[in-house]
């Protein structure tokens, strides 16, 4: 059995092995294979049967061009760069990864927000410019420092992450406010659901851990960010179209929104035009909240996990009912 990786780069840049998936065939990983050009694709996939990606499309043409493949796998929770519904119609199971980040993600977020509160690393870097050192002072700071015990975050989207994320929060003595279509007794453990409106309206952090739907798309604009309060702070570390971004830049620049904390912008990689990069108190990271190894080995465990599935007659994590 022929198996393709086509962009192995993100998960394993060196620091994981692709040896358990070896033990199931003739095993290829690519780093990188274009987002573009659908005839690389066909050429790298050839005849292979299990095809693993991450962000690399398998269209209808790719699929059709490669008629031995019968089984797909993502190296990731999302699947949209694969079209799920013709590979359903050819008889081929497509699988992802359903739980990798939860720990990762979550921690990350808070990351986001204690930088904002204490901005550790400029603080750093001044010291370590000597202005520490010839301060009249015996202490400085550069920016408002926020201590977060009694305030109130707001979750949108309470799934494994967002509650995780919420479990945090509440250590750190933050009152937790949550809004999700479907509420769980787990979920009530940790946070006060409520309506979207009241959310926006009673939050002093507003955090996103919700996917991207057609629902959930600009889900931050100009009307909602009119009913946030003044000064609020806002983190998205899911989904960057999650985001109208000129409104949130004009929103930060406008002291609406008084920081945002972002690991994901609408393209990625981030686009030089892109109105957050010149907006006020706007913390960007190249999407990496889900990249510790730790994380990363969960996903290959997965991942052999679903080959082993498929070759056992069984396949789990299914996301395409074949």
């Known amino acids: 059995m022929k198996i393709v990786v086509l962009d192995g780069y993100t998960e394993n840049p060196g620091d994981l092995s692709w040896r358990e998936l070896e033990a199931y065939g003739e095993l290829?990983?690519?780093?990188?294979?274009?987002?573009?050009?659908?005839?690389?694709?066909?050429?790298?996939?050839?005849?292979?049967?299990v095809v693993f990606t991450n962000k690399t499309p398998i269209t209808k043409k790719v699929i059709d061009a490669c008629p031995n493949i019968k089984f797909i796998s993502l190296l990731a929770t999302g699947y949209n760069v694969v079209d799920y519904q013709y590979a359903k119609e050819k008889g081929i199971p497509v699988t992802n990864v359903p739980t990798y980040g939860t720990a990762s993600v979550s921690q990350f977020a808070i990351a986001l927000l204690l930088e904002i509160c204490h901005h550790v690393a400029h603080h750093s870097k001044a010291v370590h410019e000597g202005r520490w050192e010839h301060c009249q002072d015996w202490c400085f700071w550069d920016y408002p420092l926020?201590?977060?015990?009694?305030?109130?975050i707001g979750i949108i989207g309470f799934g494994r992450i967002g509650q995780q994320t919420g479990k945090i929060a509440k250590a750190l003595g933050m009152k937790v406010l949550a809004y999700d279509s479907y509420q769980s007794d787990s979920g009530k453990e940790i946070a006060q659901y409520v309506e979207l409106e009241e959310l926006l309206a009673s939050s002093d952090v507003i955090a996103l851990h919700c996917p991207l739907f057609p629902s959930t798309e600009g889900i931050i604009n100009k009307d909602t960010i009119e009913k946030m309060k003044d000064g609020v702070i806002l983190l998205n570390n899911s989904r960057g179209p999650l985001i109208v971004e000129q409104d949130l830049a004009d929103a930060l620049n406008s002291g609406k929104v008084m920081a945002a904390g972002l690991d994901v912008v609408s393209t990625e990689p981030i686009k030089g035009d892109n109105p957050l990069l010149k907006a006020p108190n706007c913390i960007i990271t190249p999407h990496i909240s889900w990249a510790p190894r730790e994380s990363r080995q969960r996903i290959m465990d997965c991942a052999v996990a679903n080959v082993k599935a498929y070759v056992d007659g069984k396949p789990i994590n299914v996301v395409n009912e074949v």
């Open 28 to 49: 290829t990983v690519y780093d990188r294979t274009s987002l573009i050009d659908e005839n690389e694709t066909i050429e790298r996939i050839g005849d292979a049967e």
């Open 146 to 152: 926020i201590e977060l015990a009694q305030k109130t």
